[in-house]
C-alpha cells in the first residue's frame, strides 16, 4: 500500500523512539507529502527522529528506523593565545594557538594585521580537535603598536563564524630603543 502522507516524530533521547514500535501520540509534524524534513529545533543538540506512513484511511504504520542529527544554529567562535609570550612581542617567530568553540568543517582563516600593515594570512594545522596552530613572524619592518587577529571559521553545519573572544588584539615594539650620548 502506497503511503498518503507521513508522520515525523521528534526526541531528545535515544530511547524516546524505537523502531518497529507503535508511535507517540503527537507527531512533531503531520501531513508531510514530501521525502524531504526540514527541522531546526531549540536549544541547539542532539535530537533523534522517526517516521511513520499514513494511509487514505489514516492508518498509522509502526516507527520507522531511528536517526538522529545535530541542531546547531550558533557559528564558531575563537580564541586566540601565544603560548608563553607576553606582549608587547618584536621581531621573531611565534607560536599561534587558535582554540575553537565547536568541531569545523575545514581549516579556518587567521590573519595578522600589524599596526598600519598589510594583512598577513597565517597558515593554520591542526593541533587538537579544536584547537588550530601556526606561526606569527613579526618583522622589523611591521611598525610598533597594536595589530589585530581576524578569523573566519565554518562548522560542521554550516554556520560560518568570526568572532574572536579572546586574543584579538597583539602588541608589537619592532623598534630598538633610542640613545643619545652628550659631552
Known amino acids: ?16 523512539l524505537t523502531e518497529g514500535e ?22 541547539d543538540g542532539v535530537y533523534y ?10 492508518n498509522v504504520s509502526t516507527l520507522s528506523n531511528v536517526e538522529l542529527a545535530l ?13 608563553g609570550k607576553t606582549p608587547p612581542l ?4 611565534y607560536r599561534v594557538n587558535v582554540a575553537v568553540s565547536e568541531v569545523l568543517s575545514d581549516t579556518p582563516y587567521l ?3 600589524a599596526f598600519g600593515g598589510q594583512p598577513v594570512q597565517l597558515p593554520l594545522e591542526t593541533s587538537t580537535l579544536n584547537v588550530w596552530a601556526g606561526t606569527l613572524t613579526v618583522t622589523q619592518a611591521m611598525p610598533s603598536g597594536t595589530g589585530y587577529f581576524s578569523f573566519q571559521g565554518i562548522d560542521l553545519t554550516g554556520n560560518a563564524g568570526n ?4 586574543g584579538s588584539a597583539l602588541g ?11 659631552f
Open 22 to 43: 507503535e508511535p507517540p501520540a503527537n507527531p512533531q509534524r503531520s501531513g508531510i507529502t514530501t521525502l524531504e524534513f526540514d527541522d531546526t529545533p531549540h536549544p
Open 163 to 166: 568572532t574572536i573572544t579572546a
Open 90 to 93: 618584536g621581531a621573531g617567530s
Open 1 to 16: 500500500e502506497v503511503p498518503t502522507s507521513y508522520n515525523i516524530y521528534r526526541s531528545t533521547s535515544d530511547t524516546g
Open 111 to 113: 590573519i595578522f594585521t
Open 172 to 182: 608589537l615594539q619592532t623598534e630598538g630603543p633610542v640613545a643619545t650620548i652628550s
Open 49 to 58: 527522529y522517526a517516521a511513520a506512513s499514513v494511509d487514505a484511511a489514516v
Open 71 to 83: 541542531s546547531d544554529s550558533l557559528p564558531p567562535t575563537a580564541a586566540i593565545t601565544l603560548p
